[in-house]
């Protein structure tokens, strides 16, 4: 697993990671959430090794990452921010050279890039510079470089930073494939990325955790946990329903968005409001165009958390 204890770095008088502890295990995919400059990239860059903490300590596998660096580094596959590569290189002579350098044994080196090549759909590119690939092509080749030698553990910063909606969602697929045998770590401004592809959630801010649940522990948070959308066809009687469903005993208080015409339904405590709305909408033939239950919102709870502020 990957051990995180007191974790502080400083610069100066700045203190941006702030005491951090949390451990992470395998099959676990964690999402590092928290607004610009809350402490992500660095306790990122500390765990992966390419930064030294000022306090603390971090162990993965069992190695330390200051005292064992190379034992601990060979176990992980880190894809940093921007993806850093050589520009004057082409992806396969890049990627040649990452399976060489990081030991991927001769024997299986081209077995391995071709399972890679056609993972992140790199055939098409192989043999252009770098530097006149897409951004999105070259978050692939970043992400390539990261899991090459098949590692343990996968530190990602921004997996899907400058990829198209279709690329998302194959990343994504890709990283729900690899949880199954790895620790895995994303670093993310993107709340639907957590929702799509993590089973924990740490959400950090001014350099200390807030908050360490599963996305739905922290839906559950949200005040629209378990409160019902309702939509009617006809505007004209949006006044009469919303007066009769906040007369319902489970129902707590109404709010309407005038702009889309959607009554939301807040539960009363302990209460569950969907059935007796649904049975009043059948008594009154309202013409519904929707009636839902609604989940909670993530980022309702993240501005909740962090004192308002955006991912």
């Given amino acids: 697993m990957i051990e995180v204890q007191g974790l502080t770095k400083e610069y100066g008088r700045f203190r941006a990671v702030d005491d951090l502890s949390f451990r992470v295990a395998p099959g676990e995919v964690l999402g590092f959430l928290g607004p610009n400059g809350a402490g992500k990239t660095t306790t990122m860059r500390i765990v992966a090794g390419f930064l030294s903490a000022t ?7 069992g190695a330390d990452i200051e005292t064992q660096a190379v034992e601990a580094k060979r176990r992980i596959g880190y894809l940093p921010e921007g993806a850093p590569s050589y520009p004057e290189m082409t992806p396969r ?6 399976a ?21 759909h790199l055939d098409r590119v192989l043999d252009q510079t770098i530097d ?24 990602l910063d921004e997996p899907t930073d400058g990829l198209d909606p279709n ?8 990283i729900g494939r690899m949880a199954k045998s790895k620790i895995i770590v994303i670093s993310t401004h993107l709340l639907e990325e ?7 959630a740490i959400i950090i801010a001014r350099g200390k955790i807030l908050a360490d649940d599963t996305p739905r522990g922290l ?3 949200s005040r629209f946990y378990n409160a019902v959308s309702v939509k009617l066809a006809d505007a004209s009687l949006i006044p009469a329903a919303r007066n009769a469903i906040k007369h319902l005993p489970e129902v707590a208080s109404t709010e309407l968005d005038e702009k889309n015409g959607r009554i939301t339904a807040f539960p009363a405590p302990g209460k569950l409001p969907l059935a007796p709305i649904n049975a009043l909408a059948e008594k009154q033939r309202w013409p519904l165009t929707e009636l839902h239950l609604e ?15 955006t991912a």
Avoid: M, W
């Fill in 55 to 61: 306090a603390g300590r971090v162990t993965v596998c």
């Fill in 93 to 98: 002579s890049f990627l040649e050279f990452i």
């Fill in 100 to 120: 060489e350098a990081r030991g991927v044994a001769p024997a299986v080196r081209r077995q391995r890039l071709d399972e890679v090549f056609q993972l992140l």
């Fill in 132 to 155: 006149t690939l897409s951004k999105g092509y070259r978050r692939r080749v970043g992400l390539a470089q990261a899991i090459l030698h098949d590692p343990e553990v996968l530190i």
């Fill in 167 to 174: 690329q998302k969602h194959e990343v994504r697929e890709l």
């Fill in 194 to 200: 957590v929702e799509a592809v993590c089973n924990r």
């Fill in 219 to 221: 839906e559950a948070r």
């Fill in 295 to 309: 989940s909670g919102r993530l980022d309702e709870v993240f501005r909740s958390i962090t004192g308002g502020a």
